[in-house]
């Protein structure tokens, strides 16, 4: 006798990972997969909205206009009125290479195994990427601070080694006219290397901002510091100003929540570059965009750095290809790879928008 209802047939079967009742059976299981990564990213990614970031549909770079100051004159009467020249430039930011993190999970191991790993290969997935993104954006925003002016169009002007002078020196002469361009010692004006103290990190930081308003620089300012630099806040000169209420600061060493210095929000990172090769390569000429070398070498990283301060105005993104997520089961390797992946590039954009905090 034949069965009268429809238990066994195929179209009954509830498919977990099927949208309504049609579809591919994977489309759930994707999403889910996405938005670990997702979250991932934009919890571990912190320089991200310190900077500007422009989007594009297609080709390999955006331009950035870089317009210099114009003067101003008496009048006097009678005479023809010409108008001031201004200074015009332009700054390209490159798009890299498509940088990717991947994962493969043989499906026998993944039937072998006890537990489930692919929400932590998601996330872990999700951390490189916003790692990545963090170490190349700050290292440009160091260049901003203490590169030269040859490197890009920037028409507003770079700082000079007479603008830190006794504020940093190359040399070791403390107070010595020199200076270092971009960079303040925290620890006095000699040699990179001394130790430092939570009130010499505060000091620094409104030295940097009188250096900003002696020179017009405007706009919102952030303070991005080293663990090192940030647990500071919090030990031995915690009767420092910033951190007591009744003179109006706002940090908390019971919560370990730093306090504003100065109007400044202060942030952590582990991704500041004090270190070469922190990061993945982009490709040369010869395979990819050629920018490799952009966020490596002399020039791009300080192993003495604890802080930068700088503007939105410091560095530039372009991104081509947002972060974007993929997973796939391969009959032929009887698995599942899981790529995330994403294309942007990064440039400095204008160089009197950061300062170094170095000692």
Do not use: C
């Not at 770079?61 to 010409?82: E, L």
Request: hydrophobic residues 40%; glycine residues 12%.
């Amino acid at each position: 006798m034949a069965w009268t209802d429809n238990n066994t047939a195929t179209g009954s079967a509830s498919r977990l990972g099927r949208a309504g009742s049609s579809g591919n059976v994977n489309d759930l299981f994707l999403r889910q997969f996405a938005g670990e990564v997702l979250t991932s990213f934009e919890e571990k990614n912190i320089a991200m909205p310190l900077h500007r970031v422009r989007t594009i549909k297609n080709g390999r770079s955006a331009q950035f206009p870089s317009i210099g100051t114009i003067g101003a004159n008496y009048h006097t009467a009678g005479t023809q009125v010409f108008g001031d020249k201004a200074d015009h430039g332009e700054i390209t930011v490159t798009v890299d290479d498509l940088l990717l993190s991947a994962a493969f999970i043989p499906k026998i191991d993944e039937a072998i195994n006890h537990y489930e790993v692919r929400s932590t290969y998601s996330k872990e997935m999700g951390n490189a990427l916003a790692n990545a993104a963090d170490r190349n954006i700050f290292s440009m925003v160091y260049q901003s601070a203490t590169g030269a002016a040859v490197t890009n169009g920037d028409a507003s002007g770079y700082w000079s080694n007479a603008d830190f002078a006794a504020l940093s020196d190359t040399d070791g002469d403390v107070g010595s006219a020199a200076g270092e361009a971009g960079k303040i010692d925290i620890a006095g004006a000699a040699d990179e290397g001394g130790a430092f103290t939570a009130a010499n990190l505060v000091d620094g930081v409104f030295a940097a901002l009188q250096k900003f308003d002696e020179h017009d620089v405007g706009g919102e300012k952030y303070l991005v510091v080293t663990p090192q630099a940030y647990y500071k806040l919090f030990g031995s000169d915690t009767a420092l100003a910033v951190m007591n209420r009744d003179f109006g600061g706002n940090g908390s060493a019971a919560m370990a929540s730093a306090p504003t210095i100065g109007g400044v929000k202060v942030l952590m990172s582990n991704h500041l570059p004090t270190a070469d090769n922190s990061t993945p390569d982009p490709l040369a000429n010869t395979a990819g965009s050629g920018n490799a070398g952009k966020y490596r070498g002399a020039g791009t990283y300080n192993a003495n750095l604890h802080g930068l301060i700088f503007t939105k105005d410091a560095a530039a993104t372009v991104k081509l290809m947002d972060l974007g997520v993929e997973s796939e089961y391969q009959i032929d390797r009887q698995g599942t790879l899981m790529v995330a992946k994403y294309a942007m590039g990064h440039n400095r954009l204008r160089g009197k928008s950061a300062i170094a905090l170095v000692s």
